[in-house]
């Protein structure tokens, strides 16, 4: 394990590299991340063996994904915003054939207006189309998440892809202080990746074929099973992680910050829960009985694991970045589902669109409405 | 918690953002916590930018903008009369503006101590270009004593391993700073 000051997005090319993938299809124009320039230097280098495709879109880039990891081998890609928007078609065609491609998404808003900067309308917009998606909150626990993704995704019960989803700018260009693993150590953590069903020409098979509706609905069901059989792997991908490398992010689902005897807390995902770390120790040393949740795996949802974490709270406050138009914060309607029938009071912020700081103020704010029983609202 | 925010101004191409990476890895070679990063505008040659770094002796957690400085480096003296270089300077906070002119001259203009220092000159003396933003650091050092002039000759070495020579110049560039501003 080396530590250097290294940029996010460096920092998972390097962690991507030490998960040797043998083809890395990519767009690489914007909006596109230092992800997949960083990892064109290493392959040239010679540092890896793997082949880069250089699509004509992200529709393409992704199909291209989809097609080598069915040849029976181990993929990468990164995209963000439109581009991840333009993958949408093929998305779901890479979770159905069951292909455990990985892909880093650098979260990013969705025009227009036009904007480059970070929110997580890009991913959370695609969420329902059977990739597993963790949030990062910083660069170590991007190289750190990642590595694992791999585990999860490629394990027999899964056969899933994976998107770890890290905040535009606000991670992806920062720099920063992080451990990144040696090749030997992740090679005992990541095992070579064994397809179930290789394309092969010299052994036809065919893979994705029409299914009637005597059968599609079939498929789906084991598709969501799958995915909900993704929790148990996600916590032994962390716990197994935690004992190799000795980090771990709460039980891999969620993480909890300070929640021992809280009554209030924030949930959220991503880089701003860092900065509300910072919130809630000045208010904790102000004797304010304040917590937060970081939720790590959107899908799977981790809904027993949140109705534990918020026993005991009498206020939750959801702060969303990104907002269904026309609605609600999208994890405010999923934590209201989880938490039908509770007691606890739960409120609404949409934050940090299209790049707008969440700061301390913004966080505080939320705590003190949460103490004064006050609804949620837009901070701007 | 010993927490410093840097906020350094620049124009587009002169090289803020690395200057903001070179600091953040010096400082860990001081064994300290950084982050480095830049304002995300969009770039444009010759147009103000901003680039920040946070130096702990614990793990960084705040991933908010930097809104009230400790030190602020201004590395074209221009900027200063068309950007408010000392906005949500603390208190104690300390601004050093290169440029040939004496502090006094911009006197009630920024809010908050000014130190001025003529890093073209050594620049162009040295390296023969007037590349400020990584010897800019060899006065951040002597000024704020946030840092080691040693780790910023690391971190010069390891931004330059591909231009060891030029890495050199810049080393003797920022050290040169440095005793100007000790005044050795």
Redesign the interface.
């Known amino acids: 394990m080396t530590e ?2 290294v ?1 996010a997005s460096k920092a998972i090319a390097l962690a991507a590299k030490l998960c040797r993938p043998k083809v890395i299809p990519m767009y690489p124009i914007t909006p596109q991340t230092h992800i997949v320039e960083n990892l064109a230097e290493i392959i040239n280098n010679g540092e890896l063996d793997a082949e880069i495709i250089h699509a004509e879109s992200e529709h393409s880039a992704c199909s291209a994904l989809l097609g080598a990891q069915a040849s029976g081998i181990r993929t990468f890609s990164a995209t963000a915003s439109q581009g991840l928007a333009l993958m949408f078609e093929v998305l779901p065609i890479v979770a159905g054939n069951r292909m455990p491609c990985v892909m880093a998404v650098a979260n990013r808003a969705l025009s227009a207006p036009i904007n480059i ?1 970070n929110d997580h309308s890009d991913a959370v917009s695609v969420r329902d189309q059977g990739w597993i998606q963790i949030y990062v ?1 910083s660069t170590q626990e991007a190289i750190d998440t990642l590595i694992q993704l791999y585990r999860v995704c490629e394990s027999k019960e899964v056969m899933l892809p994976g998107m770890l989803c890290i ?1 535009g ?3 992806s ?5 992080a451990f990144v693993p040696d090749q030997s150590e992740v090679d005992e953590f990541l095992p070579e990746y064994k397809p179930l069903n290789i394309l092969d020409p010299a052994n036809p098979i065919t893979m994705g074929p029409i299914a009637f509706p005597n059968s599609y609905m079939e498929f789906k069901k084991m598709q969501h099973e799958a995915m909900l059989l993704a929790k148990k792997e996600i916590e032994k991908a962390n716990q197994e992680f935690g004992k190799k490398f000795g980090r771990k992010y709460g039980n891999g689902l969620i993480e909890t910050y300070r929640m021992e005897d809280a009554k209030y807390a924030i949930i959220g995902m991503g ?2 829960i ?2 509300a ?2 919130v809630v120790d000045k208010l904790r040393e102000k004797k304010k009985k304040v917590g937060l949740i970081k939720l790590r795996s959107l899908r799977p949802f981790p809904d027993e694991k949140l109705r534990k974490a918020i026993e005991g709270l009498k206020g939750l406050a959801v702060i969303d970045r990104h907002i269904s138009v026309g609605y609600e914060g999208p994890l405010y309607t999923d934590l209201r589902s989880a938490f039908y029938g509770s007691k606890l009071t739960l409120s609404n912020y949409i934050a940090g669109l299209g ?1 707008r ?4 103020a913004h966080i505080e704010k939320v705590f003190i409405d949460l103490m004064n029983g006050k609804s949620g609202g837009w901070l701007l | 918690m010993v927490l410093k925010e840097v906020r350094i101004h620049g124009r587009g191409g002169q090289g803020a953002v690395t200057s ?2 070179v600091l ?2 010096a400082a ?1 070679y001081d064994g300290k ?6 304002s ?1 505008g969009v770039e444009r040659r010759g147009a103000p930018v901003e680039a920040f770094t946070r130096i702990s002796d614990k793990p ?6 930097v ?1 009230a400085p400790d030190f602020v480096l201004v590395l074209d003296p221009t900027l200063a009369d068309c950007v408010d270089v000392g906005k949500g300077l603390k208190k104690d906070g300390i601004v050093i503006i290169n440029t040939n002119k004496s502090a006094k001259d911009f006197e009630g203009k920024i809010g908050g101590k000014v130190v001025t220092v003529d890093m073209t000159k050594v620049a162009m003396d040295i390296i023969g270009k007037p590349f400020v933003n990584i010897i800019a650091l060899g006065a951040f050092a002597a000024i704020t004593k946030e840092i080691k002039l040693e780790s910023v000759f690391k971190a010069i070495d390891q931004e330059f391993s591909h231009k060891k020579e030029v890495g050199e110049l810049n080393k003797k560039a920022a050290e040169e700073l440095y005793k100007k501003v000790k005044g050795v």
């Open positions: 250097m000051v940029e900067w909150e905040d700018f606000t991670l260009h920062v720099y920063e202080r880089t701003l860092g900065t770390r910072t790049g700081d969440i700061t301390a | 903001s990476q953040a890895v860990f916590y950084c982050q480095a990063f830049p995300f960084i957690l705040a991933r908010n903008h809104y």
